[in-house]
């Protein structure tokens, strides 16, 4: 980026979505690294969803409420995101998948990249079908992201790999930012 756009670019808003809410969770440890590792860009301006913070209903309501609004309110804002997910029986957790289907217009259009974590490997299964639902969410899904091992006891040794999909999350987070002020998107058949 030259000089003059950057001074004139606001950071881009990046939610960091912490999709694990298990007792004893090592999603925290993850968020912790990665947020660490992010915090430091003046590029990107960084919040955290946690998912532990929010209080959903056991049962999709049939009206919405006060934290389900909260939820959908801060993917509205964002113009990125960060799912960091690990692996549960070669897929995502629950948790994350009642989270994500609690928004859906704010989500359309953006650009979302994964830290995956699990086992032997590393989460990657848990990515492919995240990829899925989020094609159907018409969201740019990034192809680099961060895949750890949490057996292998240097996983935190991933910062560069972290910082490339940041930028490449930058990159797309402009782009798409600047496409959607420019012209609405064509969601339906007209
Ligand atoms: C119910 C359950 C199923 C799991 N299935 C897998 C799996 O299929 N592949 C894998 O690599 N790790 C698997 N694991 C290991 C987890 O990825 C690992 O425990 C990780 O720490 C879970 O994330 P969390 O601690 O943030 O909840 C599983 C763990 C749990 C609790």
Redesign the pocket.
């Known amino acids: 980026m030259r000089e003059s756009d950057e001074r004139e670019t606001p950071p881009l808003s990046v939610a960091v979505i912490i999709g694990?809410?298990?007792e004893?969770?090592?999603?925290?440890r993850?968020g912790h690294w990665f947020t660490e590792r992010a915090g430091g860009r003046t590029d990107l301006e960084l919040s955290i969803i946690d998912l532990i913070d929010f209080d959903f209903p056991a049962h999709y309501p049939a009206g919405t409420t006060e934290q389900i609004r909260d939820f959908t309110e801060r993917v509205d804002r964002a113009d990125a995101f960060v799912v960091i997910t690990?692996?549960?029986?070669?897929?995502f957790?629950a948790s994350l998948k009642q989270a994500i289907d609690f928004a859906y217009d704010e989500w359309q259009t953006k650009p979302v990249a994964f830290v995956s974590?699990?086992?032997?490997?590393?989460?990657l299964?848990a990515v492919e079908h995240l990829r899925s639902v989020f094609t159907e969410l018409q969201t740019v899904t990034l192809r680099n992201g961060v895949a750890i091992?949490?057996m292998d006891e240097r996983w935190e040794d991933k910062g560069r790999a972290a910082d490339l999909m940041l930028d490449q999350l930058g990159w797309w987070g402009l782009a798409l930012r600047e496409a959607r002020a420019r012209r609405p998107y064509v969601s339906s058949v007209s």
């Open positions: 694990s809410t298990r004893g969770r090592a999603g925290e993850v690990p692996e549960y029986n070669r897929s957790p974590y699990g086992h032997s490997s590393s989460g299964y091992n949490l």
